[in-house]
T-cell receptor, first 111, second 115 residues
Framework: RKEVEQDPGPFNVPEGATVAFNCTYS??????FFWYRQDCRKEPKLLMS???SGNEDGRFTAQLNRASQYISLLIRDSKLSDSATYLC????????????FGKGTSLLVTP | DAGVIQSPRHEVTEMGQEVTLRCKPI?????LFWYRQTMMRGLELLIY????????DSGMPEDRFSAKMPNASFSTLKIQPSEPRDSAVYFC?????????????FGSGTRLTVV
């Protein structure tokens, strides 16, 4: 069982829709949390960090629930260019600065 | 800055051959990571270095895999002998401890196919 679990999808949504992804992590020593985006046949790139108080970056909102060990990403007003795989990522205090990835959730936004 | 540079971009080799993947991190970054990505297992950490010293190699699958970082600007991941199950995309990433969000940058990856 992976330490970071995500629903693989795919999520197929029309342009303009709101879509939410969830992620759970099993290591209570996890200290830092991120969402990464990976386009097909490309490297992962940081989308946003996730803070306990919740944070927003334009159409993207990330939430963290430490008690439930649960992370979420909400995308509002989906664009065709949002089509990608979204990776939930944690850093554990006992693994240095290494990123620990979920397997990703695939999103396809259709016209 | 050119970012993290990996070579080759694609490698096709026969089972049993030695494969060497190369990585040049971003200048000034003090951490270097090697990851492997497959459909079945996603992105997995193989090994990482801090200031050229290997810190955690527990993700290295077996003795066929070895990694070195002889200086701050170069690292190699070697597979000898290669097997078909080693087929994957291998990513190198670098970061520095003083950056916000840890300042991770990934290379474009090496797509390895072992036939």
């Amino acid at each position: 069982r992976k330490e970071v679990e995500q629903d693989p999808g795919p999520f197929n949504v029309p342009e303009g829709a709101t879509v939410a992804f969830n992620c759970t992590y099993s290591n209570s020593a996890s200290q830092s949390f991120f969402w990464y985006r990976q386009d097909c046949r490309k490297e992962p790139k940081l989308l946003m960090s996730v803070y306990s108080s919740g944070n927003e970056d334009g159409r993207f909102t990330a939430q963290l629930n430490r008690a439930s060990q649960y992370i979420s990403l909400l995308i509002r007003d989906s664009k065709l260019s949002d089509s990608a795989t979204y990776l939930c990522v944690v850093i554990n205090s006992n693994s240095g600065y290494a990123l620990n990835f979920g397997k990703g959730t695939s999103l396809l936004v259709t016209p | 800055d050119a970012g993290v540079i990996q070579s080759p971009r694609h490698e096709v080799t026969e089972m049993g051959q030695e494969v060497t993947l190369r990585c040049k991190p971003i200048s000034g970054h003090d951490y270097l990571f090697w990851y492997r990505q497959t459909m079945m297992r996603g992105l997995e950490l193989l090994i990482y270095f801090n200031n050229n010293v290997p810190i955690d190699d527990s993700g290295m699958p077996e003795d066929r895999f070895s990694a070195k970082m002889p200086n701050a600007s170069f690292s190699t991941l070697k597979i000898q002998p290669s097997e078909p199950r080693d087929s994957a995309v291998y990513f190198c990433a670098s970061s520095w401890t003083g950056a916000n969000n840890y300042g991770y940058t990934f290379g474009s990856g090496t797509r390895l196919t072992v036939v």
